[in-house]
T-cell receptor
């Protein structure tokens, strides 16, 4: 099956700093989503981005499908940005009927 | 936007009993729903794909007799953990895709935390 690798596994930054999280995947995808998991476990959907670039406030994401990677940018980090960020993909052969394969996540800590 | 709910949010049960978790799509009809499991400090792993009106498809290594899935309507899938044991304690999350949506985005429920004592 498709493989998903996220880096870095852990990231500690000061408030106000910018960060870049990376997701590499091993095959073509129908679906790529970025999530932030809050302390209660709920997955907050940040972006649906199988290709291209999107922005939402301080967050933006870019997926280069031909090179099989995606980047999540967080600017002017706040302590509330702390948590685990997951990248998840569905391989192209799934046609929308397959579940997502998750990376291991990046654990982000923003210090005041 | 598309909303998926789960019930209960958390449950504690005794070893040997069965627990049912519900996953509902609130504002769309979902022919397919997915069940994931997450152990502490780990990632999410797909357990099974729930198809409305047909049998679920289980991932390799997931016991279909232990994790019974029923998708009896276009808005409801249930996961029953039968004869639960402490090793089944985990966070269970469901997701669904709007088949008439514009893309392949999946919408996730808030999760159910199961503790087996």
């Amino acid at each position: 099956g498709i493989q998903v690798e996220q880096s870095p596994p852990d990231l500690i930054l000061q408030e106000g700093a910018n960060s870049t999280l990376r997701c590499n995947f091993s095959d073509s995808v129908n679906n790529l989503q970025w999530f932030h998991q809050n302390p209660w476990g709920q997955l907050i959907n940040l972006f649906y981005i199988p290709s291209g670039t999107k922005q939402n406030g301080r967050l933006s994401a870019t997926t280069v499908a031909t090179e099989r990677y995606s980047l999540l940018y967080i600017s002017s980090s706040q302590t509330t940005d702390s948590g685990v960020y997951f990248c998840a993909v569905e391989g192209y052969s799934g046609g929308g009927a397959d579940g997502l394969t998750f990376g291991k996540g990046t654990h982000l800590i923003i210090q005041p | 936007g598309a909303v998926v709910s789960q019930h209960p949010s958390w449950v504690i049960c005794k070893s040997g009993t069965s627990v049912k978790i519900e996953c509902r799509s609130l504002d769309f009809q979902a022919t397919t729903m997915f069940w994931y499991r997450q152990f502490p400090k780990q990632s999410l792993m797909l357990m099974a794909t729930s198809n409305e009106g047909s049998k679920a498809t289980y991932e390799q290594g997931v016991e279909k007799d232990k994790f019974l899935i029923n998708h009896a309507s276009l808005t409801l899938s249930t996961l029953t953990v039968t004869s639960a044991h402490p090793e089944d304690s985990s966070f269970y999350i469901c997701s669904a895709r709007d088949p008439w949506g514009a893309n392949y985005e999946q919408y996730f429920g808030p999760g159910t935390r199961l503790t087996v004592t």
